[in-house]
Each structure stands twice: as structure tokens, then as C-alpha cells.
């Protein structure tokens, strides 16, 4: 079946690095466009970053542009979120989903950036 | 950044009965290709978010029929006919008509 699996979240010190993965199976990867989604504590769902299926367009919200980066590897069935500089409003739930509208969620991974 | 409005942020109700949850788009959601990319996602406690309805008012699969989605424009409604217990969780309302970026509501908490 659909699957998505989150990994490569933990405990961070403010400005170091973290990246998180989302490896997919039971659908062709290569044809969906993904996207990463984070919750912080007793918060609402921030959208991060998507990527085209063919890696051709990326974005990122504002208040990650500049440090975070979303890459995918189509031959490993994996995307990528590369965070850079975190600080400590980026602790969240880090969620990876599949497509523009969002049809199929992992059950996340957690990230706390804390001195 | 269209800003996505949910009401009522908090929705107490009596299982068996109706609920209703608004949602509110400060620019219309209709695309060019003539489609409402307006989704609805429901969040079970400790579960992560799932897909109940897209496209204003198609339900995904396995969603049970009590969940109906209409509106259009800049007004939606995710209704529920029927309030059962697994029903509690948060709801959100998500646009990606216009995007970057997609913009979520506050989300609805549901409390029987």
C-alpha cells in the first residue's frame, strides 16, 4: 500500500544542521510532485517547501527560504529536506506528503531545536 | 498569501447530532483550469493529517459518507451529518489554488 516514511529528526543546537528524509512505496515516486509540512507544539499545519515531480521547480515558505532546501532522488524513492541555521521556532513535527493537493501523508518525524 | 479563516475555532457536539465547520478564503479559489483546488483534512489526536475531501466537495477514499464539502468561491462548509466518537480531532481547511505558498486555516478542534 501508499506509504510514506519520515526519518532523520532529533534534538538540535540552535544553528546547526539537520536532514530529514521521507522514503516512499506502493506508487510511482517519479511521477508526484512532494512536499514537507510541519507542526509545531499545539500548533497548526505550516506548509515548508514542495518540489515538482521532475525536481524542475522548488519553493520554500518565507520563514525558511535561504536555510532549508528540498531535494528528491528518484532512484532511491526518497525525499530530502536539508535545514540549515535552525532555530528554535523550527521545532515542529516535520510531515512529508504526496502531491499539490496533499492526498497522502507520512506519520512524521520530530525536530527540537534547543541549546 | 491567500489567508485561509476557519469558524468556529472550537465546535463542542452531541454524538448522533450535525456539525459544521466554515472556512473562508480572502480571494476566490477558483483556478483557471475552472477547478477549486480547496481541500479538507482531518487531524485524529496523536495521528498525523489526513485527507478527507478535495476539490471542494470529492471525498477520498474510505471516507465515510456522513463527510460532505460544498461552497464555492471564497465560502466553503465541511459538514458532518452525523457526529460519531471517532470524529474528534482537528480540522483544517487548506488552499492551493493560488501557490506558492499553500495556506492552511486555524484548523477546528472537534470535542464531543
Known amino acids: 500500500q501508499v506509504q510514506l516514511v519520515e526519518s532523520g529528526g532529533g534534538v538540535v543546537q540552535p544553528g546547526r544542521s539537520l536532514r530529514l528524509s521521507c522514503t516512499v512505496s506502493g506508487f510511482t515516486f517519479s511521477i508526484y510532485g512532494m512536499q514537507w509540512v510541519r507542526q509545531a507544539p499545539g500548533k497548526g499545519l505550516e506548509w515548508v517547501a514542495v518540489?515538482?515531480?521532475?525536481?524542475?521547480?522548488?519553493y520554500h515558505a518565507d520563514s525558511v527560504k535561504g536555510r532549508f532546501t528540498i531535494s528528491r532522488d528518484d532512484s532511491k524513492n526518497t525525499l530530502y529536506l536539508q535545514m540549515n541555521s535552525l532555530r528554535a521556532e523550527d521545532t515542529a513535527v516535520y510531515y512529508c506528503a504526496r502531491d499539490l493537493e496533499m492526498s497522502v501523508w507520512g506519520q512524521g518525524t520530530t525536530v527540537i531545536v534547543s541549546s | 498569501d491567500v489567508v485561509m479563516t476557519q469558524s468556529p475555532l472550537s465546535l463542542p457536539v452531541t454524538l448522533g447530532q450535525p456539525a459544521s465547520i466554515s472556512c473562508r478564503s480572502s480571494?476566490?479559489?477558483?483556478?483557471?483550469?475552472?477547478?477549486?483546488?480547496l481541500n479538507w483534512f482531518q487531524q485524529r489526536p496523536g495521528q498525523s493529517p489526513r485527507r478527507l475531501i478535495y476539490?471542494?466537495?470529492i471525498r477520498d477514499s474510505g471516507v465515510p459518507d456522513r463527510f460532505s464539502g460544498s461552497g464555492s468561491g471564497t465560502d466553503f462548509t465541511l459538514k458532518i451529518s452525523r457526529v460519531e466518537a471517532e470524529d474528534v480531532g482537528v480540522y483544517y481547511c487548506m488552499q492551493c489554488t493560488h501557490s506558492p505558498p499553500i495556506t492552511f486555516g486555524q484548523g477546528t478542534r472537534l470535542e464531543i
Open positions: 476539490k471542494v466537495s
Open positions: 480571494q476566490s479559489l477558483v483556478y483557471s483550469d475552472g477547478n477549486t483546488y
Open positions: 518540489i515538482w515531480h521532475d525536481g524542475s521547480n522548488k
